[in-house]
C-alpha cells in the first residue's frame, strides 16, 4: 500500500510563495496529483503530473503560479506556489491514480493526511 506524506504547509502572507512535499514510501507511478480542501468546498484538482513523462496539468486558478516537479529517486513530488492569495489556503494533499488524462480530476486514490496552507492578508 502505498502511503504518502505532505509537508511544508505554514502561513504565508499574500503575494509570498511556499513549496509543498509530498513523499511515499512507495513507488508512485502514474499520475501524481495536488488537491485543496477548503470548508465548505468541493476538494480542487491543483496541479499533476505523470511520473512515465514529466507531463503536467493545472488547475485553472493556478495556472502561471503554481509548479509541480518530481523527484523519483526519491518518491517525492513537489508543488512550488508563487503570488499566493487568500483563495489558495486550504488543506493540500497529495494522491495517486494509475492512468493520464488531462483536464480530469477523479480517481485518485492513496490519499495523504494533507498539510495546511493559510494565506493571510
Known amino acids: 500500500q502505498i502511503h504518502p506524506v505532505e509537508s511544508g504547509g505554514g502561513t504565508v502572507p499574500a503575494g509570498g510563495s511556499l513549496i509543498l512535499s509530498c513523499t511515499a514510501n512507495?513507488?508512485?507511478?502514474?499520475?501524481v496529483g495536488w488537491f485543496r480542501q477548503t470548508p465548505g468546498k468541493e476538494r480542487a484538482g491543483v496541479a499533476a503530473?505523470?511520473?512515465?513523462?514529466?507531463?503536467?496539468d493545472y488547475g485553472v486558478s493556478v495556472k502561471g503560479r503554481f509548479t509541480i516537479s518530481q523527484d523519483t529517486a526519491k518518491n517525492t513530488f513537489y508543488l512550488q506556489m508563487n503570488s499566493l492569495n487568500f483563495e489558495d489556503s486550504g488543506t493540500y494533499s497529495c494522491?495517486?491514480?494509475?492512468?493520464?488524462?488531462?483536464?480530469?480530476?477523479?480517481?485518485?486514490?492513496?490519499w495523504g493526511q494533507g498539510t495546511q496552507v493559510t494565506v493571510s492578508s
Open positions: 503530473i505523470y511520473t512515465p513523462n514529466g507531463d503536467t
Open positions: 494522491a495517486r491514480r494509475r492512468f493520464w488524462n488531462r483536464g480530469n480530476w477523479g480517481g485518485y486514490e492513496n
Open positions: 512507495k513507488n508512485m507511478y502514474g499520475a
